[in-house]
Nanobody
Framework: QVRLVESGGGLVQAGGSLRLSCAAPGRTFNRYDMGWFRQAPGKEREFVGAFRWSSSNPYPDYADSVKGRFTISRDFAKNTVYLQMNSLKPEDTAVYYC????????????WGQGTQVTVSS
C-alpha cells in the first residue's frame, strides 16, 4: 500500500505562516488529484484544498474557509504537493493529511499519516 509522507507541521502564532509538503516515494501521481484534508479534535475530517489533474491545465481548488490564505502548489517532476498557509488562525489547528486520488472518480485513495498544525492565539 502506497503511503504519502507529510512534513512541515508545527506550532505557530496566529497570523503566522507554515508550509506543508507531501511526497509520494515509490509511486507517481502525475495523473491524480493531490490535496489536503484536516481534522480538528472532535470534528470530522474536512477538505482543505487540492491540485486537480487536468490533461490541459491542472488547477488548484480550495475550501471557502481557506481561500485567500492558503495556496496549493504542485511539483510534478518531484511528485510533491505543497500547502502554503498564511494568516493562520487558531481555528486552523488540526491534523493535516495529504491525499491522492482519481481525478476522474474524484475519490481519495491514498493517504499520509498526518502532521499536526497548532496555531496559538
Amino acid at each position: 500500500q502506497v503511503r504519502l509522507v507529510e512534513s512541515g507541521g508545527g506550532l505557530v502564532q496566529a497570523g503566522g505562516s507554515l508550509r506543508l509538503s507531501c511526497a509520494a516515494p515509490g509511486r507517481t501521481f502525475n495523473r491524480y488529484d493531490m490535496g489536503w484534508f484536516r481534522q480538528a479534535p472532535g470534528k470530522e475530517r474536512e477538505f482543505v484544498g487540492a491540485f486537480r489533474w487536468s490533461s490541459s491545465n491542472p488547477y488548484p481548488d480550495y475550501a471557502d474557509s481557506v481561500k485567500g490564505r492558503f495556496t496549493i502548489s504542485r511539483d510534478f517532476a518531484k511528485n510533491t504537493v505543497y500547502l502554503q498557509m498564511n494568516s493562520l488562525k487558531p481555528e486552523d489547528t488540526a491534523v493535516y493529511y495529504c491525499a491522492a486520488g482519481s481525478a476522474t472518480l474524484r475519490s481519495w485513495d491514498y493517504w499520509g499519516q498526518g502532521t499536526q498544525v497548532t496555531v496559538s492565539s
